[in-house]
């Protein structure tokens, strides 16, 4: 650019001195010269600008500050230049048409205040910044930040245009990628950096992905130094009870345009889900996508007030939930151990009254009870019984764990027969029956009741 700017100054001058300008030395000729020195030079030995005309036009301006406008005459930079009102041709273009393996730059800008700051080329547009068009479109390789794009819409509360400030459009390719980061051999390497403002209630998102989103892992800040009023979570399995897991789809037909998923979902409906965690849950408006229009000009589709839930959010519910599982399970297993415990001292005391009765037993070789059928039961059962024919009298007793008799059924004058038992009001758990002939326990047997 400056290489350009230098020749139409050098022109303009040639146009400009028609005749031959008088010095002390020598004069100027329009078909060059010979023989100058560093002393000789074409300008002005005063604080006047330097004025460069065609067509009797001002073209160039250079003042007494040496600060070159081309276009105007009050250049505010080093080098100003300003285009026309009435047309629309490039006010500055460079070209580069060396061939040959080798990345020659068109334009390049340099800022080296100090480390750390200084802008190597900026571009500010009523729509686009900056343009790239190439295999590469825009290349950034600074210290600190490679390419910045920052967009700010105008100070009025009636602006409703869409603002971005980096957009990546690519397609037709094997392997199309619309923004690339990628960060290596740092302290802190960062492919892809967003920030948005994040509070309880804000609808923003520092990174929105219309589509799948894909990554190795997937980290959260959960140090406990950055959190305070620190409180146990409990009833997650309760909580989580009340949920409805659903199959379903997106409704693509209604949202045309938005780009919602296809195919077949499962999840949790996020309404249910804020009655339930309201904190697992954002609400807002949601990017669905961009209509790409001309120029490259483009428009975000946002779905409005839609609630979003966090579905990482419910990892540590779960596994609260586990925990609250196990206790529960745990206590379980500590009721089945005592049961088993209390089993085994009953078939232990059962065994022996057997062996008491077989023994008291002196005349009754057909007397006893048969196992009740069904064992266990739930609602009633039956017992088979043989009685001596000569005997007083006969009862069948009905006994809880603890030695307790709760039923008593009288059987005089039959020698066998069967009786019925209904569980009606008695709880579930063991119960021993005897056959108890003139005073004298000459069986027991043991029974199960299930509910």
């Excluded at 004025?51 to 080098?79: A, D, E, S, W």
């Amino acid at each position: 650019m400056k290489t350009k700017i230098v020749s139409m100054a050098a022109l303009a001058a040639t146009v400009l001195l028609s005749g031959p300008i008088s010095s002390h030395a020598q004069s100027w000729s329009l078909t060059g010269n010979a023989g100058t020195t560093s002393a000789n030079f074409i300008g002005t030995t005063d604080s006047k600008a330097l004025r460069f005309r065609t067509n009797n036009r001002v073209r160039m301006y250079l003042n007494h500050k040496g600060f070159l406008g081309v276009g105007q005459t009050k250049p505010k930079y080093r080098i100003d230049a300003k285009g026309n009102n009435s047309d629309s041709v490039f006010v500055v273009n460079s070209l580069v048409t060396f061939s040959g393996e080798f990345d020659a730059i068109a334009v390049n800008g340099v800022s080296q205040p100090s480390p750390g700051w200084g802008i190597g080329v900026s571009g500010l547009g009523n729509f686009i910044g900056t343009q790239g068009i190439g295999s590469i479109g825009v290349w950034g390789n600074g210290v600190a930040v490679g390419v910045q794009g920052e967009s700010s819409g105008p100070d009025t509360t009636s602006f409703t245009g869409d603002l971005t400030g980096v957009v990546g459009i690519t397609s037709m390719g094997a392997a199309s990628i619309g923004v690339y980061g990628e960060a290596e051999e740092a302290n802190f390497n960062y492919g892809v950096f967003g920030v948005a403002t994040d509070t309880a209630s804000s609808p923003d998102y520092a990174l929105v992905g219309v589509g799948d989103v894909y990554g190795w892992r997937y980290f959260v800040p959960s140090d406990r130094k950055l959190k305070k009023e620190i409180a146990p979570f409990t009833g997650a399995l309760d909580r989580l009870s009340q949920l409805t897991t659903s199959v379903y789809a997106f409704a693509t037909e209604q949202y045309a345009g938005y780009r919602l998923p296809g195919g077949s979902h499962v999840g949790f409906m996020a309404d249910e889900v804020n009655k339930i965690f309201p904190e697992l849950i954002k609400h807002g408006g949601i990017p669905a996508g961009r209509t790409k229009e001309a120029r490259g000009k483009g428009k975000v589709n946002v779905i409005p007030d839609v609630m979003a839930v966090n579905y990482t959010g419910f990892v540590p519910v779960l596994a609260q939930a586990i925990i609250e599982q196990k206790a529960i399970v745990d206590q379980k297993d500590t009721e089945i151990a005592e049961l088993k415990t209390r089993l085994a001292d009953i078939e232990a005391r059962l065994a022996a009254m057997e062996q008491t009765s077989s023994a008291r037993l002196t005349n009754s070789a057909g007397t006893g009870l048969e196992q009740n059928q069904p064992n266990p039961f739930s609602e009633a059962t039956e017992i088979n019984y043989h009685v001596p024919s000569g005997a007083n009298n006969a009862r069948i007793t009905i006994s809880d764990a603890n030695g307790k008799v709760v039923r008593t059924y009288k059987l005089s004058g039959r020698a066998q027969g069967t009786v019925t038992i209904n569980a009606g009001t008695l709880a579930a758990g063991s119960y021993t029956y005897s056959l108890v002939v003139d005073g004298n326990v000459t069986d027991t047997k043991l029974m199960l009741l299930t509910r």
